[in-house]
């Protein structure tokens, strides 16, 4: 069973710009979720999708961090204008059903914000 | 929300020694799931186990266990027999079953191996 694949893996860009993240969950899973990690903290969440409709994204900071999920697939979180405080890894997560009590991860995008 | 704790930012272990990290949380929730991850330096988190609150007994997966005292809210996971491979980030979660089914996570425990 193939796993959850994010890409790029490193992301190094300068305030202001604009940055994209994309995310290919476990096929099938319905459930997906967009997790921002800073140094030394564990995942916030920042946005959950089940198939394609957003069921929680209270905390994602609407005014510059945006994401989609158009066929119910795939995921891309963008980022635009970028903070130096957004510097952190990205993770991306699948579950088979909004139930399912186990989450798999993807390796995550490193973003340094300069 | 729910809040959970992870009181040792570092630990340390002999190999083939056993090591416990902590984990305690708060809730209001009668029903939720809690979980101990590994985070190795490649970032994908694996799960290493999990508990279900209404079950009394505790989870055991070969080397890893975990010590569940729901009325004392305290979750911690032993390491026995710990091997260099077991050296990581260690997260603790909390999955509420009313809340969006969302995961709450610690601040880590990262912990080293010595050989």
């Known amino acids: 069973e193939a796993g959850v694949a994010q890409s790029p893996r490193y992301k190094i860009i300068e305030k202001r710009q604009s940055v994209a993240f994309w995310c290919n969950p476990i096929?099938?899973?319905?459930?997906l979720y967009w997790y921002q990690q800073i140094l030394g903290q564990g995942p916030k969440l920042l946005i959950q999708?089940?198939?394609?409709?957003?069921?929680?994204d209270s905390q994602l900071p609407k005014d510059r961090f945006s994401a989609e999920r158009l066929k119910g697939v795939d995921s891309t979180l963008k980022i635009q204008p970028a903070k130096l405080e957004d510097s952190a890894v990205y993770l991306c997560?699948?579950?088979?059903?909004?139930?399912?009590?186990?989450?798999?991860f993807g390796s995550g995008t490193q973003l340094s914000v300069l | 929300a729910q809040t959970v704790t992870q009181s040792q930012p570092e630990m340390s272990v002999q190999e083939a020694e056993t090591v416990t990290l902590s984990c305690t949380y708060d809730?209001?929730?009668?029903?939720?799931?809690l979980f101990w991850y590994k985070q190795p330096p490649s970032r994908q988190m694996i799960l290493v186990i999990r508990?279900?609150?209404?079950?009394?007994q505790n989870a055991t997966e070969n080397r890893f266990s975990v010590n569940f005292q729901k009325a004392a809210k305290s979750f911690s996971l032993k390491i026995s027999d710990s091997q260099l491979g077991d050296a990581a980030m260690y997260f603790c979660?909390?999955?509420?079953?009313?809340?969006?089914?969302?995961?709450?996570f610690g601040t880590g425990t990262s912990l080293t191996v010595i050989p």
């Open positions: 809730t209001s929730e009668s029903d939720y799931y």
């Open positions: 997560a699948s579950s088979s059903r909004p139930t399912n009590e186990k989450l798999f």
């Open positions: 508990q279900e609150a209404y079950k009394q």
């Open positions: 979660a909390y999955r509420s079953l009313i809340t969006g089914n969302q995961f709450y």
């Open positions: 096929s099938g899973h319905a459930t």
């Open positions: 999708f089940q198939n394609n409709g957003v069921v929680d």
